[in-house]
């Protein structure tokens, strides 16, 4: 199964409303990493949060760690509805080179 | 800025055809990949090259070959492609381990 989980799958939400996304993992990790993926597009790095942090901003995002329980949050505030997108996690398992990514999840915020 | 690029958005190619995919970056990566994208089966990677000449197999890599003679340039290849193959494929970049991703726009390829 993949190493990164998001939940829920999928996430409708008003505009001006807070969206959270949450993403499970299942080994140590060096950090982990939030995109965001526009449809029929390529994907936009967010935010990386290294396994040394607990918390993290830019802008309207938050993202939270926590290694111990092996997931991570992504907190969307005051959202637009130009924050429609798949959001998906990437963790960097230690010893290996490659991020794996979770199937995302897609959010819809209406007008 | 930065930029990845990618040589097409669309294609479509006939089974047993050979198909390129080339991706450029024009930040200096040492590491490059390509992935393919399925509705369910989230990113999948298929090869990775951590230099100029190197590369290393993925999650994928049946039925695909890479070539990488520079460091901005990384092409996926398609030796015979099949119906199977139809897919979005998205190249990325980074600087090194632990750094963030730099993804292309992405292809959408069909195979008939």
């Known amino acids: 199964s993949q190493q990164g989980e998001e939940d829920p799958q999928a996430l409708s939400i008003q505009e001006g409303e807070n969206a959270t996304m949450n993403c499970s993992y299942k080994t140590s990790i060096n950090n982990l990493q939030w995109y965001r993926q526009n449809s029929g597009r390529g994907l936009v790095h967010l935010i990386l949060?290294?396994?040394?942090?607990r918390e993290k901003h830019s802008g309207r995002l938050r993202v939270t760690l926590d290694t111990s329980k092996k997931s991570s949050s992504l907190l969307i505030t005051a959202s637009r509805a130009a924050d429609t997108a798949s959001y998906f996690c990437a963790t960097d398992a230690m010893g290996t080179y490659k991020y794996i990514f979770g199937t995302g999840t897609r959010l819809k915020v209406l007008a | 800025d930065v930029k990845v690029t990618q040589s097409s958005r669309y294609l479509v190619k006939r089974t047993g055809e050979k198909v390129f995919l080339e991706c450029v970056q024009d930040m200096d990566h040492e590491n490059m990949f390509w992935y393919r994208q399925d509705p369910g089966l989230g990113l999948r990677l298929i090869y990775f090259?951590?230099?100029?000449?190197?590369?290393e197999k993925g999650d994928i890599p049946e039925g695909y070959s890479v070539s990488r003679e520079k460091k901005e340039r990384f092409s996926l290849i398609l030796e015979s492609a099949s119906t199977n193959q139809t897919s979005m494929y998205l190249c990325?970049?980074?600087?090194?381990?632990?750094?963030?991703?730099?993804f292309g726009p992405g292809t959408r390829l069909t195979v008939t």
């Open positions: 949060i290294r396994s040394n942090e």
């Open positions: 990325a970049s980074r600087a090194g381990p632990r750094y963030e991703q730099y």
């Open positions: 090259s951590y230099d100029v000449k190197m590369k």
